[in-house]
């Protein structure tokens, strides 16, 4: 069983669109986190979320809205989408916060024309 | 803001020989951590090292800390073509909750 899954997995939109990425985690943790991994490789912390609370919000655009239904769930919902969110994103999960590993998504890649 | 930086950003080797990759921070730190990435795929971990322990080792693997110098290696001993991957460093912000992500090191192993 895949201990953090996400979908889709590949997400081509138009600009101006809202679309939705889920995320779902096995592992019983009580954080969950999402990254964004640009076209460089460079990994930024977006949201985190434990037990269903948010910890961590970066500067972020207010089009992105994370919502945590239960700790097992994160979901990341972007509106009006813009050619420079085309990014790969990634949903994490960890148990005890930054002091234990994260386990990873295998990432969701979004395409905006 | 970027906590890791390592370097070097690019490594090339032939099976059999050693890489090592090397990580820096600005700030003080809980642990250290080391993960890598296959192509296309999502973040695996690899190890941890607490900022009281200077050295640590699992398998191939081994990592050091010097925390005075706010710096850390990876070293991967016998490289195979499976070790082929990008590499990160992360570190937690001040003992945040926060896991900020270096750059990585793209390390490239020729069979």
């Known amino acids: 069983d895949t201990a953090v899954s996400q979908t889709p997995k590949y997400l081509v939109t138009q600009m101006g669109n809202d679309k939705s990425i889920k995320c779902e985690q096995n592992l019983g943790h009580d954080t969950m986190y999402w990254y964004k991994q640009d076209s460089k490789k460079f990994l930024k912390i977006m949201f985190s979320?434990?037990?269903?609370?948010?910890?961590i919000n970066e500067t972020v655009p207010n089009r992105f809205s994370p919502k945590s239904p239960d700790k097992a769930h994160l979901n990341l919902h972007i509106n009006s989408l813009e050619l420079g969110d085309s990014a790969v994103y990634f949903c994490a999960s960890s148990q005890g916060g930054s002091t234990g590993e994260l386990f990873f998504g295998e990432g969701s890649r979004l395409t905006v024309l | 803001s970027q906590q890791g930086e390592e370097d070097p950003q690019a490594l090339s080797i032939q099976e059999g020989e050693n890489a090592t990759m090397n990580c820096s921070y600005k700030t003080s730190i809980n642990n250290l951590q080391w993960y890598r990435q296959n192509s296309g795929r999502g973040l695996v971990h690899l190890i941890l090292?607490?900022?009281?322990?200077r050295e640590k080792h699992s398998g191939r693997l081994r990592v050091t800390l010097d925390t005075s110098k706010k710096s850390s290696s990876l070293l991967i001993t016998a490289s195979r073509a499976a070790d082929t991957a990008s590499y990160f460093c992360?570190?937690?912000?001040?003992?945040?909750?926060?896991?900020?992500f270096g750059k990585g090191t793209k390390l490239t192993v020729n069979p």
């Open positions: 090292i607490r900022s009281n322990e």
């Open positions: 992360a570190t937690d912000v001040g003992g945040s909750e926060k896991l900020v």
């Open positions: 979320y434990n037990n269903k609370e948010l910890i």
